[in-house]
Structures are given as C-alpha cells and as structure tokens.
C-alpha cells in the first residue's frame, strides 16, 4: 500500500462505517478525501449516513494508522476499491459488492472455481480434494477457497501442485493468519496464488466474519463444488449465495450414513450438479481436457505383519464393515479390530460411523 491510500485505509478504520455507509458516502462526496473533509454531523445530514455506534475516522498522522499503513505496506498488501478500475469484474455484479479489498500476491485471468467444505473432513476427503484441486489447476483453473482447515485447506494444497493459481478469501484482516497452523500455506499462496480480504487490518476472525468471506468467494467462481458438507455447514452458504449469484453449484456425493454428507446430499436432490471426477465438471463447463501427469504420492509403508497387510489390501475407498473385513482377511473379526485400530494410528485406515473402514493417507 503507498501513501495514496492513506484516505481509503482511514475511512475503513472508521468504527461504525461498514461497507453500505462508504459506499453511500462516496457516491454522495464522490471521494475519499471529499467524505474526510466532511464531518460525521455533516455525513447525517447531507448524505443520511447516520449511527449511533459510528465514530470518527482516525486522524491523519493518528499512530495506529501510520503503523498499519507502514506494515501493509512492507507485507506487499494492494488495496482496491469498487471505484478503481482494477476492482473484479465478477464481484461488481452482486447486489452487495466488497466495497474495499485489501490483496497480497497475484491476480489471475483464467477461470475460477470454487471448493469448500467441512473443516472436519475426512482423510480419505482431503486426499480427493486436493487430487481433484491439482488436476483443475493443470487445467488453467483458479481455484477459491477460504483457508479454513480441511477440505478448503486441501483445494488450496492441490491448487499449488499444479500449474494454475489459489485464491484464499479471509474471514479476517488481511494482516491475520487464521487458522494459525496454516501459516505456511498461506505464506506459499501469497507468493504463487492471490490472499483476499474485504476487511480491515486488524480485524479478527469472528463467526459473523464468514457469511461475508463466503459470498465473495463465490461471487469471483464461475462455480461452486461442495466436499463432505454436513446439514448445517457453512459451505451450504456459500451455495446459497452462488445461486443468487447465478452460479453453477456442484456437489460431491457420500455416504447417506455419514453426517458430513448431508448437505452434499441434500443439494443434489434440489439439483446440484453431481461430481464423482474432474471430467463431470470439465463436461459442464466446457472445459477442453488433456493429459496430465500422475501427481499421485507414494507412500512408503511402515513395516507391517502379514494379517496386518491382510487387512490394509481389502481396504479402499470404498466402506467395508469389519465383519466383511474379518471374512475377506480369514480373520477373527476380534483380530481384525485390533489390527485396524494399529493402523488408524499409523494413518492408513480411517473408522466410519457404524463399524465402517475405509483406506487412510498418511500425511
């Protein structure tokens, strides 16, 4: 950020402003500097902007705001506007546009797609996600997400794999890092993919953060995929917003006794796009395929029995209840809940509600 911005970052400092009061404002002033000429009593009674919990912006040389400039400046933080030319096209459309965004990295021209999903996904829903991420990449797609752990974590991971861009939307200040752990990725993704933030530095991650996070991060896709969504998972916002937004939503499906897809399950039956490969959204969206190469990991396998083994070679992606495990393996279904219980702490199995295994990824 250079010190032309210094106008914008004041006003979004304002307590009490919000997005719909600057915007208001500066249709009515036509400027940030005209608006910061004007007082909060002039504000009311010119353009109607009014609050009891609205104060006054930050003085010039106020310390808080020299630092927060001074900072943004040394992390590469851009800000944009919707009045500036380079604000996003996809998000001038919707009938409530970001009115400040505060970027770090690089944008990218191809086609978006989003992915989310649950932060609490499974082993086996992570791995997919992020093959799923890798191959859209090698396919000149960007891919959006939120940052959050989980399967948004995954499309990002994948997205950097390949050869197309990540856009990581925050729920947070752009001068924030949440999740914590995600530090690193985050750091990658501001080096070879785009941070993106509407809020002001400093902001936290509050849970009424993310409503507003999520409909940008479908407000800039083309379209939606949802990953191991339960009932009520934020994820089922955001594709309430892209169908708002005029968006294709699609959905990954799972099993109906698992609870992390029932949101997935709940938006095919209203008509979501169903995906169970890359090709499914390639196919919809006119997307010309090719080859691309394996980017699959080899696991090196820690040294296991024979029963041991047994029982990880009838394990897949499919779900196998122990019982068929025990019969499959010639083992005692006693035997075989021990030696799956040995490898869940190994990362090589996965227990599903109801007495189910599925394979796991060591990470």
Known sequence: MQQEDLPWLRLHMTSGLGRQRLIRLINYYG???????????????????????????????????????????????????????????????????????????????????????????????????EDLAC?????????????????????????????????????CGIDRIYPIENRSLFEQIAVQGLILSEYPPGTAPLPGNFPGR?????GLSDGVVVIEAASKSGSLITADFALEQGRDVFAVPGAPYDIQSQGCLDLLRQGAIMVSQPQDIF????????????????????????????????LGKTPRHLDKLA?????????????????????????????????????
Not at 155 to 171: C, D, E, M, N
Not at 295 to 311: G, I, N
Request: net charge neutral; glycine share 10%; charged share 20%.
């Open 327 to 363: 019969t499959e393996s010639g083992l005692t279904p006693m035997e075989v809940s021990a030696i799956v219980l040995h490898l869940e702490l190994l990362g090589l199995a996965q227990s599903l509600p109801g007495g189910h295994y599925i394979r796991g990824f060591p990470s």
């Open 135 to 171: 191959t859209l990449s090698h396919h000149h797609t960007t891919i959006v997400s939120g940052l959050a752990r989980g399967i948004d974590s995954a499309a990002h991971r994948g997205a950097l794999k390949g050869v197309g861009s990540t856009i990581a939307v925050l729920g």
């Open 31 to 129: 400027s940030p500097e005209a608006v910061l000429a004007a007082s909060p009593d002039d504000w009311a009674q010119q353009a109607g902007v009014k609050s009891k919990t609205l104060g006054k912006p930050p003085a010039e040389q106020d310390g808080l705001t020299q630092r927060t400039l001074h900072n943004l400046h040394e992390q590469g933080v851009h800000l944009t506007t919707l009045w500036h030319d380079n604000y996003p096209a996809k998000l001038r459309t919707l009938c409530d546009p970001p009115a400040v965004l505060y970027w770090r990295g690089t944008w990218s021209g191809e086609k978006q797609l989003a992915i989310v999903g649950s932060r609490h996904a499974s082993a086996a829903g992570q791995r997919w996600t």
């Open 214 to 218: 999520n409909r940008i991060i479908s």
């Open 283 to 314: 196919d919809h969206l006119g997307i010309e395929t090719r080859h691309t190469p394996d980017h699959s990991v080899v696991f090196e396998l820690p040294p296991l029995t024979d029963k041991q083994t047994k029982v990880l070679e009838n």
